[in-house]
């Protein structure tokens, strides 16, 4: 299928996988349409359901770390739950390290890419297969930890969804919010 302007890119996606469960690396619960997911090694459970199967929802419990760094076993979640991913690129990335890809407006966190996560006009299209993000969660931590702005989850999901590949997995960390919005096509 030819993606155009006026087809979202959902549709190829749709063509792959019939819902967020294929991807999964770890066993699964299925009851009444509901697909439950352990968070090991985090606490807590997820879950998809038939009416909304390319997004998992859930409760989660992690313990905060400092300096705005992913809570303890988020990542190593998301690497049990659907496998290992060294293509990824990772926005308000801060001090991550590894294998990703990192970009960050701030350029003492020494990013790959100094540059605003809602933009990354300097990155082409499909490039990357996994996305994560963990943004500032509020207007006061963006102005006085980061000296930012907060940035908007729409634009962070546009910008970052074109330089994925069709099919890629994206990870938004938005701390006590609870929502599904996302621009169309991602």
Request: charged residues 20%; aromatic residues 10%; proline residues 6%.
């Amino acid at each position: 299928m030819e993606t155009t302007n006026n087809m979202p890119l959902l549709l190829k996606y749709v063509e792959k996988i019939s819902n967020i469960t294929d991807l999964l690396r770890t066993e699964y619960l299925s009851i009444y349409g509901l697909r439950f997911i352990s968070a090991s090694p985090a606490c807590g459970l997820l879950y998809s359901t038939t009416n909304s199967p390319y997004f998992i929802s859930g409760h989660l419990r992690f313990r905060g770390r400092d300096n705005g760094r992913y809570p303890f076993n988020y990542l190593e979640m998301i690497d049990t739950i659907f496998g290992k991913e060294d293509n990824t690129i990772e926005v308000c990335s801060g001090s991550v390290k590894g294998n990703s890809f990192t970009v960050d407006i701030n350029p003492d966190t020494k990013p790959d890419l100094v540059t605003d996560g809602q933009e990354l006009y300097e990155i082409p299209n499909d490039i990357f297969c996994r996305w994560r993000c963990d943004p500032p969660y509020n207007v006061n931590t963006a102005e006085k930890m980061y000296r930012t702005k907060l940035p908007n989850t729409q634009k962070l999901l546009k910008a970052d969804a074109r330089v994925c590949k069709v099919g890629s997995l994206m990870f938004l960390l938005l701390g006590q919010q609870n929502y599904q919005m996302c621009p169309p096509g991602v």
